[in-house]
């Protein structure tokens, strides 16, 4: 099954090492065949203080502020093991970290991918926001191919035997200014935005993560009936 858990705001650290060890049991589990209708899966829904974060294979000029000036916008930096280039966590981001067999739902990355995108765009849709998917690039936009084209959900994975890692930041009451220091996810020419920006009013997190369980999109293996429930 499948665990909702609140971490609440959490150190980006402190929240990637429960990320692997939640991986490990999983794999573990995963290794026993006997256990696997029993694996206990997870979504990790978090916040984090300020942090900028570089895939694998990301670009370090993309972060515009030098190394060791970050400490003094109060943020940390972390290289770390995903996919992807740079991007920023903060307060008022809501945070998911699905970790999850996608062997056992007969999926690959790309279907994976896709229906972290649709989720999101369903929970922004209760919000009267319209948005969609960029070709070519990860994550969930608005108004994607017009000159005033900008991201509100950043998406990077890690999959290691069929189980994922990392996952989604969508920004719900995020401090904007803080991507200024950095070129978010190696883009050069594209905004950012927030649903606080595109509504011009505060929202709840909680709420979110309410509207988000209710509205993710259905596995297509009959013993499960949703992505994130």
């Given at each position: 099954?499948i665990v909702f858990?609140d971490?609440?705001?959490?150190?980006y650290k402190?929240?990637?090492?429960?990320?692997k060890k939640?991986?490990?049991e999983v794999?573990?589990?995963k290794k026993?065949?006997?256990n696997?209708?029993?694996?206990n899966q997870?979504?990790?829904l978090c916040?984090?203080?300020?942090v900028?974060?570089?895939g694998?294979?990301?670009?370090l000029?993309?972060?515009?502020?030098?190394?060791?000036?970050?400490?003094n916008?109060?943020a940390?930096f972390?290289?770390?093991?995903?996919?992807?280039?740079i991007?920023?966590?903060g307060?008022?981001q809501?945070?998911g970290y699905p970790?999850?067999?996608l062997?056992?739902?007969?999926?690959g990355i790309?279907?994976?991918i896709?229906?972290l995108?649709e989720?999101?765009?369903?929970?922004?849709?209760?919000?009267?926001?319209n948005a969609?998917r960029y070709?070519g690039?990860?994550g969930?936009?608005l108004?994607?191919?017009t000159?005033?084209?900008?991201?509100?959900c950043?998406?990077?994975?890690?999959?290691?035997?069929?189980?994922t890692m990392h996952?989604?930041a969508?920004?719900v009451?995020t401090?904007l200014?803080?991507f200024?220091?950095?070129?978010?996810c190696?883009f050069?020419?594209?905004g950012?935005?927030?649903?606080?920006?595109?509504?011009?009013?505060k929202?709840?997190i909680?709420e979110v993560i309410?509207?988000?369980k209710?509205?993710?999109?259905k596995f297509?293996?009959p013993c499960?009936?949703?992505i994130l429930?």
């Amino acid at each position: 099954m499948i665990v909702f858990e609140d971490l609440g705001l959490i150190d980006y650290k402190k929240a990637w090492d429960y990320q692997k060890k939640v991986f490990n049991e999983v794999l573990e589990c995963k290794k026993n065949p006997i256990n696997t209708q029993n694996i206990n899966q997870k979504v990790l829904l978090c916040e984090h203080p300020h942090v900028y974060t570089l895939g694998k294979n990301g670009n370090l000029s993309n972060l515009l502020i030098d190394l060791n000036l970050i400490k003094n916008i109060n943020a940390e930096f972390y290289h770390i093991d995903r996919g992807g280039d740079i991007t920023y966590h903060g307060p008022g981001q809501l945070v998911g970290y699905p970790i999850i067999d996608l062997e056992f739902f007969n999926i690959g990355i790309k279907k994976y991918i896709y229906l972290l995108e649709e989720s999101i765009i369903n929970t922004l849709k209760h919000f009267n926001i319209n948005a969609e998917r960029y070709k070519g690039a990860t994550g969930v936009w608005l108004d994607p191919y017009t000159s005033n084209a900008r991201k509100i959900c950043a998406i990077g994975v890690k999959v290691s035997n069929f189980i994922t890692m990392h996952g989604f930041a969508l920004n719900v009451n995020t401090d904007l200014n803080y991507f200024k220091y950095i070129n978010p996810c190696g883009f050069t020419d594209k905004g950012v935005t927030s649903v606080e920006k595109e509504l011009n009013t505060k929202i709840n997190i909680k709420e979110v993560i309410n509207i988000l369980k209710k509205n993710s999109v259905k596995f297509s293996k009959p013993c499960i009936k949703k992505i994130l429930n």
